[in-house]
């Protein structure tokens, strides 16, 4: 009897054993992936950090820059035009159109109709977006942004170029004067003196 209460209490203990040991791998194995993760910080790690604060601010400033754009809108723009969500979505519409998301933009439309929001005020905000198409830098969305907004309150701007050069031409000072050149789309280099012969 001695013997099988030996045998049946290796047996536990075996058990208990091999369970202690494979349980024990696995909290290693988890620990050794916690600690790759969690490791010494890099600086990138330190940076981070630091980051929210960062964020946080920037936020804010954006928040502040959208809530003055909302009120410069509804002080400018009579009507439901002005309205919030009119421009909210207005704007969104013509920048996804500019970027050729035609079915998103679309999307956006429906609901700037569901609104109640002009339809026209779009029209003329992408026609005037067009207007400035030279103008706006492909790789930095704040100028798009920007430009959207100014066409957005001022549907009928024109671009400096365009206005310069729709000015009538000075008369020449004496018959003999040679003709002025027509404004040229891009700005003009600052004309550099000839090399004395």
């Known amino acids: ?16 054993a091999a369970t202690l040991a494979v349980s024990s791998l696995l909290v290693l194995a988890g620990l050794g992936g916690a600690s790759a993760q969690s490791g010494t910080p890099t600086p990138d790690q330190g940076k981070a950090a630091a980051q929210p604060a960062d964020a946080a601010a920037k936020d804010a400033a954006q928040n502040q820059r959208r809530t003055d754009e909302f009120a410069e809108a509804a002080q400018v723009i009579n009507g439901p035009a002005g309205n919030p969500e009119c421009v909210w979505l207005g704007r969104r519409v013509v920048r996804l ?3 050729d998301d035609l079915d998103t933009a679309f999307r956006h439309l429906d609901l700037y109709d569901r609104f109640g929001c002009p339809g026209g005020h779009i029209q003329a905000a992408f026609r005037c977006l067009t207007r400035f198409g030279g103008q706006i830098d492909p790789k930095v969305a704040e100028t798009l942004d920007s430009r959207v907004h100014a066409c957005w309150i001022n549907p009928a701007a024109q671009p400096q170029q365009a206005a310069a050069s729709t000015s009538p031409p000075a008369a020449p000072a004496a018959n003999n004067a040679q003709p002025q050149p027509a404004a040229s789309p891009s700005p003009a280099a600052s004309p550099t003196p000839a090399p004395q012969k």
């Open 1 to 16: 009897m001695r013997q099988r209460v030996f045998e049946s209490r290796n047996a536990v203990l075996r058990q208990f």
């Open 97 to 99: 159109m500019w970027r």
